[in-house]
T-cell receptor, first 108, second 116 residues
Framework: KNQVEQSPQSLIILEGKNCTLQ??????????LRWYKQDTGRGPVSLTI?????NTKSNGRYTATLDADTKQSSLHITASQLSDSASYIC???????FGAGTRLAVHP | DADVTQTPRNRITKTGKRIMLECSQT?????MYWYRQDPGLGLRLIYY???????NKGEISDGYSVSRQAQAKFSLSLESAIPNQTALYFC???????????????FGPGTRLLVL
């Protein structure tokens, strides 16, 4: 069964701290893996995308990693800011399977 | 993303009513999608269209229909709404010419639907 599982379900951190979000998948065939950020009341916005041959991709303070052998990805957020408070969604293609997301709250 | 608009933003309806959610885009993209999002679940694909004359069922198409009136417009209809169709609905677009397998989707702001 094609599945994308994200952990933790929710996370609270203090402003300035780092955090890492996890994504495990069983989607086949694999085309690419994306991370999206979804602010409350808005649609998801793409952060990073990685294909099979890529194992890391950065976008500012966001760094995604991909291990295609173990079918795991992580999103690392460095020096968190209040504006990072959002849901982070992992999506695996080619079947566009969305994870349920990790809800991140950054507190001052 | 302001280039993808959805109307209405919020809608309350009663069981059995027919309703239409509309999506318009000014990005010039050829591909359009409808998703629903439920608490604790990932977005699930309802229908997608790769061109004006192309309509495809997604994972959860039962109870829904779509119409691609023009390249820029993609409507989702609930023929006879039921309470378990209460959800947040998102429209998305993508450009097949821009990225191949790394093609990015751009989402609208969502429509919150409540079926009583």
């Amino acid at each position: 069964k094609n599945q994308v599982e994200q952990s933790p379900q929710s996370l609270i951190i203090l402003e300035g701290k780092n955090c890492t979000l996890q994504c495990n998948y069983t989607v086949s065939p694999f085309s690419n893996l994306r991370w999206y950020k979804q602010d409350t009341g808005r649609g998801p916005v793409s952060l990073t995308i990685m294909t099979f041959s890529e194992n890391t991709k950065s976008n500012g303070r966001y760094t995604a990693t991909l291990d295609a052998d173990t079918k795991q990805s992580s999103l690392h957020i460095t020096a968190s800011q209040l504006s990072d408070s959002a849901s982070y969604i992992c999506v695996v293609s080619s079947k566009l399977i969305f994870g349920a997301g990790t809800r991140l709250a950054v507190h001052p | 993303d302001a280039d993808v608009t959805q109307t209405p933003r919020n809608r309350i309806t009663k069981t059995g009513k027919r309703i239409m959610l509309e999506c318009s885009q000014t990005k010039g993209h050829d591909r359009m999608y409808w998703y629903r999002q439920d608490p604790g679940l990932g977005l699930r694909l309802i229908y997608y269209s790769f061109d004006v004359k192309d309509i495809n069922k997604g994972e959860i198409s039962d109870g829904y229909s779509v119409s691609r009136q023009a390249q820029a417009k993609f409507s989702l209809s609930l023929e006879s709404a039921i309470p378990n169709q209460t959800a947040l609905y998102f429209c998305a677009t993508s450009d097949s010419a821009r990225g191949g397998e790394t093609e990015t989707q751009y989402f609208g702001p969502g429509t919150r639907l409540l079926v009583l």
